[in-house]
């Protein structure tokens, strides 16, 4: 039909050109913003191929942040994945007052992470902060969190697990209220038992929803630094600085335009990376419906 | 799955007893602040059972900051934001669900680039472009970058891709339009999935940070979370009984609306989150 040809066109053009123009177009420009180099003092500006990728490699402020983001991914999504499971396993059991559990777990993920930090950085304060306190009183000496580069990472891992959480554990009660009654009530039949059900018939039919939680938690752990932004700056010391918070800093307070280019780029191959590995894990191995 | 009281139930007391603490534990640093905010500034870090109760923080965070302000630049930066893409992921949507056209599944790969790669980890190309269109510290640029929405496109399609063709015959045969068919059909039968896109929507743009940090630079645009952060990392002096207050007040619109609507901001997240 004739009008189908155009008419479906003219639907969709609106919101295709904002999706281009602010997110196909910028990751162009960024990949090609990052072989160019601007005219300063020494250099003369223009093309410089992988310039800018080599002078990254070779800064130490990038290697850390590079390294920090891995470890943080590495550390918070499983982190967080687990508690969510047991979080979820909990709330779906008949413990009483599991309503305020749940509101408690969940609760920290309505929250602006803005608002997150700014609880965090009050819970962290040294001397009057309650973290602070608690180890005093169990004997540890005083400890600055967030100031000692040894402490601030995990102390920045531990708000995003807190943050993250609960988010992820409704997935998984969803997915634990969706297995059939009728399969616990044959596995008890047959004599097995509840570590057994657990092993063979829960976790495996979590695999999907575990996937997908998997993939939103690496990519907030990758695109989400608004609380580094608010309680370190990165610091100290690069000690708590991400990829993302990298390209901030680096666009932003030094207009390094074509560094932060290609830091995005780094980014962006990371990302790329784990959609290629998404997209050939549900092809394989999970089931989908 | 595990019966309440009765044997089985005491039996299980130890793990029930983890559980709560667990939970406790996790509400601590939410429990602190609400504490920090409803007491006056002497019993910021005190516990008393009896200390005094008091509004007074939240009176003061409100008045030492524009946040009445703050709070009215969210708000209409929500909705345009929210606006706009349900309407622009509502045509395009039924356009890739129901429509042929040339090109038509090229440009649907294309755009859901945009599932993985959002517009807010490309700051510095997204803020040359917006400053080019002369928008920069104005509310519609910490929108505009979201206005096209691969993930509203994406789920309204698959929904309406579930709606009989039968309906949408029928409309057809009475004589309706392209559009009509769209606002008479589709867009009625597809209200969860539209209650679950913009509750999803609403609590991302609600608590957005980045972006408008980077593209906003006065009072008048600033919305609620870059306000928040400049008001609870000030250079010195942090009197952290105003700080919370003003966190759980910036916060407060959401976890009320939250609290009201749990059934139907989890079933969103739900519905959103299956991709």
């Known amino acids: ?147 000692d580069p040894s402490t601030a990472l995990p102390a920045m891992m531990a708000v995003a697990i807190w943050k993250e959480a609960g988010f992820f554990m409704i997935f998984y009660l969803a997915a634990l209220q969706n297995i059939s009654p009728q399969l616990r009530e044959a596995a008890s039949l047959e004599g097995a038992s509840r570590q057994y059900f657990f ?79 998404l997209f050939g894990l549900v092809g394989r191995r999970v089931h989908y419906r | 799955m595990m019966r309440p009281g009765g044997e089985q139930g005491w039996r299980r007391l130890p793990g029930a007893v983890l559980f709560w603490l667990f939970g406790l534990v996790w509400a601590l640093p939410l429990l602190y602040a609400i504490w920090s905010a409803v007491h006056p500034p002497l019993y910021s870090t005190v516990f008393a059972l009896f200390a005094p109760l008091t509004w007074h923080n939240f009176a003061q965070a409100w008045n030492s900051a524009p946040f009445a302000r703050y709070f009215l630049n969210t708000i209409f930066l929500v909705s345009f934001t929210v606006a706009g893409q349900v309407v622009l992921a509502t045509l395009a949507a039924f356009a890739f669900a129901r429509l042929s056209f040339p090109g038509r599944d090229l440009l649907f790969a294309l755009l859901l680039v945009q599932l993985m790669i959002s517009p807010a980890i490309l700051l510095v190309w997204n803020y040359r472009e917006i400053s080019w269109l002369g928008l920069a510290n104005t509310i519609p640029a910490m929108g505009i970058p979201y206005l096209g929405s691969a993930f509203g496109i994406f789920l309204l399609r698959q929904n309406f891709r579930t709606i009989p063709s039968e309906l949408d015959d029928a409309a057809r045969l009475e004589g309706c339009s392209l559009l009509g068919r769209l606002w008479k059909v589709y867009v009625p039968l597809s209200r969860s999935t539209y209650i679950a896109f913009a509750l999803a929507s609403i609590s991302y743009h609600w608590n957005d940070f980045l972006w408008p940090l980077v593209i906003s630079d006065s009072v008048s645009t600033r919305p609620l979370t870059v306000g928040l952060e400049i008001f609870a990392t000030p250079d010195q002096g942090v009197q952290w009984s105003l700080v919370t207050a003003a966190t759980l007040m910036s916060s407060a619109p959401l976890l009320i609306a939250f609290l009201l609507f749990q059934r139907q901001f989890v079933q969103s997240f739900l519905r959103a989150g299956i991709r």
């Not at chain 1, 162009?28 to 992988?50: D, E, K, M, Q």
């Not at chain 1, 709330?91 to 602006?112: D, E, H, K, Q, Y």
Request: net charge neutral; aromatic share 12%; charged share 10%.
């Open chain 1, 199 to 277: 092993r063979r018939v829960t976790l495996p039919l979590l695999g999907p929803t575990t996937l997908f939680v998997a993939v939103t938690a690496t990519i907030s752990a990758f695109c989400v630094v608004d609380h580094v932004v608010e309680m370190t700056q990165g610091g100290p010391d690069n000690a708590t600085s991400l990829l993302l918070y990298y390209v901030y800093d680096t666009g932003f307070r030094y207009w390094n335009v074509n560094s932060a280019a290609a830091a995005t780029i780094v980014l962006v191959l990371i990302l790329a990376a784990l959609a290629a590995t």
């Open chain 1, 1 to 147: 039909m004739e009008e189908r040809r155009l008419g479906g066109w003219l639907f969709v053009l609106p919101a295709a050109l904002f999706i281009f123009a602010f997110t196909n177009l910028p990751l162009l420009a960024t990949a090609v913003t990052s072989l160019y180099a601007a005219p300063i003092a020494g250099h003369g500006g223009g093309f410089v191929g992988l310039r800018n990728y080599l002078d990254l490699l070779a800064d130490p402020g990038f290697r850390q942040s590079l390294v920090n983001n891995l470890l943080y991914a590495a550390v918070t999504v499983p982190a967080a994945m687990v508690l969510a499971l047991a979080m979820a396993l909990g709330v779906n059991a008949a413990i009483p007052g599991r309503a305020f559990l749940r509101l408690s777990f969940f609760l920290p993920t309505m929250l602006p992470m803005i608002a997150v930090g700014a609880i965090w950085l009050f819970f962290y304060t040294p001397q009057y902060g309650l973290v602070d306190r608690l180890t005093r009183l169990i004997g540890m000496g005083q400890i600055n969190w967030l100031g």
